[in-house]
């Protein structure tokens, strides 16, 4: 009877745990659209002002930095793109 409560405790300990990371997933994933919203509308407001905006295209340097910086991220794409079948 012990064994089973405490099998039920670590299991909805791993629930917790996983619904904590879900939840933080989402989190990270509504910043990244309200940054990318605010930034858009930053735009059109220097454009509104008849101001050029300059654009580095460091958010895609920084999107590539962070895949290829994940575990084996540049190893799948690599794999991906010889067509090979597998991703990593």
Known sequence: MIEDSNRAR???????????WVRTSVAIV???F?????????????EFQ?????TTGLS???GMSSI????????GI???SKDTGTTG
């Open 10 to 20: 670590d299991h909805l300990a791993n629930e917790r745990t996983f619904l904590a």
């Open 78 to 80: 690599v794999a991906l």
């Open 68 to 75: 290829c910086g994940s575990s084996d991220g540049c190893g």
């Open 30 to 32: 509504v910043f990244g």
């Open 34 to 46: 309200a940054i990318g919203r605010f930034a858009i509308a930053l735009r059109q407001l220097t």
């Open 50 to 54: 008849g101001h050029v905006p300059k």
């Open 60 to 62: 895609v340097w920084m």
